[in-house]
């Protein structure tokens, strides 16, 4: 085991994640009152949790916003970050995730894994962030641990380890029982907990749970594997060290269970932690590039500056932007460089973060996440670093919106606050877009959903007081190649005075199965110079942005440059980028377009009553039932439904079901839309 000489050994940077309604918020409370941060237990329902802080959350039940916090536990430092669960938020997620070390991921003990936890679970491995895994609600009825891990191994496809048997079911549950150490911890009503042998009605079943655990874990560590095959057994030392290893590597996911309403299983959580998961030290040097090199940064206090800005909040009292820091030092006064911007950031102020409360720092050290004031310019995403040894480090993606409303404000005096106001929505949440439709002159928002355009619209009127007209949602449309087209040819000629413009081209178009957008070029004999064909790739670029269907953006091609020819003093590149532009167009308009419109997988959990209304009312939204299945007397069903049939479907499956139906929307994608039948 690492000895804490190094401070950085004994921090955890981690996140809750987690399907909506699974408890995550409620998680991360029991863990700020279990660590002594808080000293009253906040809860989701009565709008008194630490990071459900804005009214938005507290009205609507749900986390909105990203929120960190830091606590200690048995001398470690934890900064932790609760994150949304619903999918309208998931780029909430995704700027998370990039800048954490390790995760929990909470699921439910009935529902086990959700659509969204899914989601995030796959974001997860995106970023190669080592997990543990939380199944909470055990005192729920129909709760099933063995149920839940089944589901984890099957439709995430981990390897689960699950290291404690819960003592009691539903109503009954009082207790686990940790198969490492072999002893129980119960807890009673008041909140306390008991370290006691393994009770004796449980004792052989323990046994045999700890031995499919070592056999497992055999499986994936060598180490572990050899002391088993030379005793039969593994000792505690070693399957906790296994444990740890595995779950960095991450090979397998450690599985803990509990209540955290009812504080049962937070500590031995913390405990997991603190055990299993990585420290900044565990963790690669972060890789950054300068002048065209990539680099490596140590997490070294000592060594040059390199933060990234994951987040940007404004409040009333100053601009915050959240940054991990991932080598170096930085302190109050210093001026650090913004590497994405080209420009030069004074640091005004050092918080640690609770949330909405915030604490002092003279300085902060790599492997810290705080937020700081002072800064004008970063956005999420901006790298900033010693000025004398710049680095760029690699922003969070940001997903493209698919949903848009157009929004105006009631009062003509308002517009310039309406635009400064949209303004600093999109500082703050990179996935929202604001443009100005050319055809109607309507300022448009674009947002991930239905719920996040509310969210956003909301927070206009509430905190800049902006009385504003919405317009009814629409989806991002795109556009693709069902039937290409081969050899158009293009010339591009201009002559209006001095040196003129020439260019001529010859492309193949086709459908690109993988999606996006592909170019190569099949010309031999240079009859096409090789700065040109860049130029034509990049005016196929350009011609991408509206296609011939409707002016919706391009995707799923593939263009191939077959032949052209050069004049000797008209060709440039500006003449390529053109005849790429013009010459794509064209194509486009000779090749069979076909309408692209975004889908969603929907799960509806229904009483068994209303399925057939439900199943109707889906069949009438173009939907396609995929599955179906009853769990704790309820029924699922899952079904694919394009995200333009979806709006106003929470209050239609309420009605349907006496407000007794619920159902959450994972984004799948694409596909072909129905052509509207023109007007006779």
Not at 86 to 110: C, I, M, Q, S, T
Not at 176 to 188: G, K
Not at 552 to 578: C, E, I, M, Q, W
Not at 656 to 665: C, D, E, K, M
Request: glycine share 10%; with cysteine.
């Amino acid at each position: 085991m690492r000895t804490h000489l190094n401070p950085l050994a004994v921090v955890r940077n981690l996140g809750i994640l987690a399907h909506v309604d699974a408890g995550k918020t409620t998680v991360t409370e029991r863990i700020l009152f279990a660590t002594g941060t808080t000293h009253k237990r906040g809860e989701v329902h009565d709008g008194t949790t630490v990071t459900d802080f804005d009214p938005q959350e507290r009205d609507r039940g749900i986390t909105i916003f990203a929120a960190a916090v830091s606590c200690a536990w048995d001398g470690h430092r934890l900064n932790l970050i609760d994150t949304p669960g619903h999918v309208d938020f998931a780029d909430e997620v995704e700027r998370a995730l990039r800048v954490l070390d390790g995760a929990v991921a909470v699921f439910d003990a009935v529902a086990g894994v959700e659509p969204q936890s899914e989601s995030v679970w796959r974001q997860a491995d995106r970023h190669g962030v080592p997990r543990i895994a939380f199944v909470n609600k055990m005192d729920r009825a129909g709760a099933d641990l063995d149920a839940a891990v089944a589901s984890i191994r099957e439709r995430l496809h981990p390897a689960p380890l699950v290291v404690q048997l819960p003592v009691g079911s539903e109503d009954t549950f009082t207790g686990v029982v940790d198969l490492v150490r072999m002893r129980a911890l119960l807890w009673a009503d008041d909140g306390t907990a008991e370290d006691v042998p393994v009770p004796g009605g449980l004792r052989e079943e323990a046994l045999a749970r700890r031995r499919s655990l070592e056999e497992a874990v055999a499986e994936l560590h060598p180490g572990a594997l050899e002391e088993f095959c030379a005793t039969g057994t593994l000792c505690a030392g070693t399957l906790s060290s296994a444990l740890r290893e595995v779950t960095r590597d991450g090979d397998g996911v450690v599985v803990l269970c509990g209540s955290a309403y009812r504080n049962r299983g937070v500590e031995p959580l913390l405990d997991a932690v603190v055990a299993y998961l990585p420290s900044p030290l565990d963790v690669p040097p972060v890789r950054g590039t300068h002048d065209g090199e990539e680099q490596a940064r140590p997490a070294d206090p000592a060594a040059p500056a390199a933060a990234l800005a994951f987040k940007v909040h404004a409040t009333p009292t100053g601009r915050l932007t959240y940054l991990r820091i991932y080598s170096g030092t930085i302190e109050k006064g210093d001026t650090l460089w913004d590497a994405s911007a080209g420009r030069s950031e004074r640091i005004g102020r050092i918080l640690r973060v609770q949330a909405d409360r915030h604490a002092p720092l003279e300085r902060a050290v790599a492997g810290d996440i705080v937020a700081v004031v002072g800064l004008r310019y970063a956005r999420a995403g901006s790298t900033l670093c010693a000025a004398d040894a710049p680095l760029a480090l690699e922003p969070p993606g940001v997903p493209e919106p698919v949903v848009s409303v157009a929004v105006e404000s009631r009062r003509a005096g308002d517009t310039g606050r309406l635009a400064s106001g949209l303004a600093r929505l999109t500082e703050e949440d990179p996935s929202l877009v604001v443009r100005s439709d050319p055809e109607t002159g309507q300022t448009v928002l674009s947002g991930m959903g239905e719920l996040h355009l509310e969210v956003a619209v909301e927070k206009l009127r509430r905190e800049l007081g902006l009385e504003v007209n919405v317009g009814r949602p629409r989806v991002s449309y795109r556009e693709t190649v069902g039937r290409g087209v081969s050899g158009l040819v293009f010339r591009h000629v201009k002559q209006d005075g001095g040196a003129g413009q020439f260019a001529h081209v010859v492309l193949d178009v086709e459908p690109h199965e993988e999606g996006g957008f592909a170019f190569r070029s099949a010309v031999i004999g240079g009859r096409v110079p090789q700065e040109y064909v860049r130029a034509v790739e990049a005016g196929c670029r350009d011609a991408l942005a509206e296609g011939p269907l409707g002016g919706h953006p391009v995707t799923g091609l593939r263009v191939t440059l077959t032949d052209g020819s050069t004049h000797v003093k008209d060709s440039s590149d500006t003449a390529f980028r053109t005849a790429g532009r013009l010459g794509l167009r064209e194509a486009l308009r000779a090749c069979a377009m076909v309408l692209l419109e975004p889908v969603v997988e929907v799960t509806v959990t229904v009483p068994e009553n209303a399925v057939g209304g439900v199943l109707g009312d889906l069949a009438a939204r173009r939907g396609r039932v995929t599955g179906s299945a009853t769990r704790a007397g309820a029924a699922v069903v899952t079904a694919t439904v394009p995200l333009a049939e979806l709006f106003g479907y929470a209050t239609r499956l309420r009605s349907r079901t006496q407000g007794r139906g619920t159902f959450t929307a994972r984004p799948t994608g694409y596909a072909p839309a129905p052509v509207p039948t023109p007007a006779r």
